[in-house]
Every structure is written in C-alpha cells, then in structure tokens.
C-alpha cells in the first residue's frame, strides 16, 4: 500500500467514524418546567393554594349548573324511553349534590331533607324496574322536590324556566329496546 493510498484510506476511516458518531448522539433532554410557574404551584404558602383552590372551584353554582344539564338528559332519555341513560345521569346527578355539598355544608339539611331522600330514591327504583307507570310519576315528584329545595334554599327564580315548566308528556313510552 501505498503512503499516498494509506492516507486516503486514513481519512476516508476518520470520517466515517465522525458520521457514525454523530448519528448516534441523542438529543439533549427537554428542559424541565421550574416549579412554581403556574397560578397553584406558585403560591408562596399552601395557605395562598387553598384559597385559590376555593376561589377557582367556587360554591354550589357549578355543581347545580351539572345538575340542571343532567336533569334535561334524564328528561329526554324518559321521552325516548331510555331508561339506563335516565338512570345514569340520575346517579351522577346525586353524586354531583353531594359533591357540591362539601362546598357548600349550610345546603345539605334542605337537600336531605327535601330532594336526595324519599324523591330521590323513589326515581332511582323506578328506573330500575322500568316500569314506565312508575317512573313517569316518580320524575314529577323528583321535579316537585327540586323545585321546593330551590325556594327552601332562597332561589325561587331558579324554578321559572322552561326546565320546570313544561311538564314530561305521559304516558311514556314502554321502551327504547325494541328500537
């Protein structure tokens, strides 16, 4: 071999080595977020972050805001004869009380006593024997407690919309199976 070839040879070594080299370099990693950026995690006292937590979540208004939505999904699944979807938002609308109620502990006497008791339950055991003679009546007593647990609690202007003033059209229908 000649100088000439071997140093050619040398080269043509090196910088293949470079190449494979640098193909194999990983991207540096992605810097990481310094904590305390964000409007929680930069509150300067687990104190500052509960009051905010408290102030972002607010009171009873967003729990009864779902509540209200839920209710018009129950309603429409009782028109169509839809009974487990009527059960289903029924449940997530006890569940959404409830939540709503460790917010808001000063509303939980006139929602035991007036909604999340006898109407309630009596609702959820129609639905489950769906039974549409049953059920439609248990939905109007349900939509009487909602409403006396509205002017209990000093809103009875929530009861003067189309939600509570249109009654559910009965008979209802026996069932959405056969559909």
């Known amino acids: 071999m000649t100088p000439r070839y071997a140093a050619a040879a040398l080269c043509v070594a090196i910088l293949f080595a470079l190449a494979l080299a640098a193909c194999n370099q ?3 990693p992605a810097p990481t977020p310094a904590r305390g950026n964000g409007w929680l995690t930069g509150a300067p006292d687990q104190a500052t972050k509960d009051e905010r937590l408290e102030r972002y979540l ?3 208004d967003q729990p009864m ?6 209710y ?14 009527a059960a289903y ?8 009380i409830k939540g709503g109620l460790m917010k808001r502990p000063k509303r939980q006497a006139n929602a035991e006593a007036l909604f999340l008791g006898e109407p309630w339950n009596g609702l959820h055991e129609a639905l489950e024997s769906q039974d549409p003679k ?5 939905f109007a007593r349900a939509k009487g407690a909602c409403m006396a647990c ?7 202007f929530i009861n003067d919309q189309p939600l509570f003033r ?11 199976d056969a559909r």
């Open 26 to 28: 990983q991207a540096p």
């Open 58 to 60: 607010r009171g009873f």
């Open 65 to 70: 805001w779902e509540v209200g939505e839920r």
């Open 72 to 85: 018009e999904h129950v309603e429409q699944a009782l028109r169509d004869g839809n009974w487990p979807l």
């Open 89 to 96: 938002h029924w449940e997530k609308i006890q569940a959404t």
């Open 134 to 138: 049953r059920i439609g009546p248990a």
């Open 150 to 156: 509205h002017a209990a609690e000093q809103v009875p």
């Open 166 to 176: 249109e009654p559910l059209p009965l008979p209802l229908p026996v069932s959405n």
